[in-house]
């Protein structure tokens, strides 16, 4: 009983961090059901099931709040399904670890990518480009989809990386929309576990205590995507993506605890300095104390008769 509460608060804790931010909940989880012995995909068909409950609730709560464009969600969520539908019946029989340093140094880039994108910007009010294209999203979707139900999360880091990268749409909507399309890949991966494993197969307490915490936090999340500036939840993701996948490639290089601590406390270090440099900036656009804005007055001023 005391470690299907430990599941819940788990699977509270990666929903507020996945809902609001876009990614987390596979990785979090997943790690804590290896580390107390289930096996890959015993543990991997737990959080896709538990994530079609969360998934559907998050995506509920995004559309509400304005967070969703549903163009991008239509056009991922088929080949998302059909490469986690595809990752899952394949999972029982491969070894996925070799393309773990691979991903994790395209990601990291990425995350670098993001983060550099919305403070180099400096003070100015962000603009976003035309909405992704279907060539950028179809392929994006069926590879993040099979490394989701390969590795027991991917989705999230995946697409919300790659559209936040791409400056098509701004941070909430792709958070927004990379959580709703969640819900058909969960359904994609679930189903090929049922293939793969059988019902025996899933440990379905364990599945249920996840779904439980998500549930309770994925509104509570979409409410900090839909309210957080912009500019301070791109900067935050990023860093996340930088925290997250630096340490991954760290332990598959076998780096020692001690190393991967110290590297640990200096991208957190960071990070909070990055956040808050974010914080400033969005601070200068709102009170009006950005270049342009003091361009504007002059000009304004300027134009007055005397």
């Known amino acids: 009983m005391r470690k299907l509460v430990i599941l819940a608060l788990v699977g509270l804790v990666a929903q507020l961090v996945d809902g609001s931010l876009g990614m987390g909940y596979g990785v979090t989880s997943s790690t804590l059901l290896v580390a107390g012995g289930l096996g890959p995909a015993a543990a991997s068909a737990a959080i896709h099931f538990s994530e079609i409950g969360t998934s559907l609730v998050s995506g509920i709560s995004h559309h509400t ?6 163009r991008t969600v239509g056009i991922l969520a088929v080949p998302g399904f059909v490469g986690a539908f595809c990752g899952a019946t394949l999972l029982a029989g491969l070894d996925a670890e070799a ?6 140094v395209i990601l990291l ?10 403070l180099a910007v400096g003070p100015r009010k962000l603009r976003f480009e035309a909405r992704p294209s279907k060539r950028f999203l179809m392929p994006m979707g069926l590879f993040a989809g099979g490394l989701d139900a390969m590795g027991g999360g991917g989705w999230g880091p995946v697409g919300t990386t790659s559209l936040l990268s791409s400056g098509r749409l701004e941070p909430r909507k792709v958070v927004g929309s990379v959580d709703t399309s969640e819900f058909v890949v969960a359904v994609g991966g679930s189903l090929g576990f049922l293939v793969a494993l059988g019902s025996q197969g899933i440990n ?5 205590a996840l779904m439980l915490g998500g549930c309770i936090a994925a ?12 500019r301070v939840l791109g900067v935050t993701a990023g ?12 332990e598959s290089q076998g780096a020692s605890g001690i190393t991967i601590g ?14 808050a440099w974010a914080v400033k900036l969005e601070q200068a656009v709102r009170d009006g104390t950005t270049p342009a804005a003091a361009a504007a007055r002059r000009a304004g001023a300027a134009a007055r008769p005397a």
């Open 99 to 104: 393309a773990v340093p691979v991903v994790s």
């Open 239 to 250: 860093g996340v993506i930088v925290l997250t996948n630096l340490k991954t490639l760290a």
């Open 219 to 230: 509104p509570v999340a979409a409410t900090l995507a839909r309210f957080m500036p912009a």
């Open 65 to 70: 709040l304005g967070n969703t464009d549903w």
């Open 109 to 118: 880039v990425l995350g670098a990518y993001v983060t550099f994108r919305f």
């Open 262 to 275: 110290l590297l640990a406390s200096v991208v957190f270090t960071l990070w909070v300095l990055w956040i």
């Open 204 to 208: 379905w307490a364990f599945m249920a």
